[in-house]
């Protein structure tokens, strides 16, 4: 895929995840992903979309290939930490608002 097809792809993830559709935004990043283009952002992006749509499971996968790639990723380390916390019984988190939103606020 061309360095032109990454970026386009990238903008409609963005695009996406301003509309509020974390199941197409998620498409574009693992689209990205799927030909080689995964970089530390486009995984952080991917795991936003993934969180977004509930799916935690693949939400830490997605930041697992974000530490290997930039293991001091402020975001990346935010949404770790926020799903660490949110584990806690009783406890609110970003996650209880809006997480798309408040993600996309960081970015």
Known sequence: MTTTKFEDLGKAGMEA????????????????????????????????????????????????????LDNQNPRALLMKGDYLESSRPGCKTLADRNPMQTVMNLW
């Open 17 to 68: 995840m301003r509309k509020g559709d974390a199941a197409g935004a998620r498409a574009a990043f693992d689209a990205i992903i799927a030909d080689g283009g995964g970089d530390a952002e486009t995984w952080l992006a991917s795991a936003i979309a993934r969180e977004a749509m509930g799916d935690t499971t693949s939400m830490l996968e997605a930041l697992d290939q974000v530490f290997k």
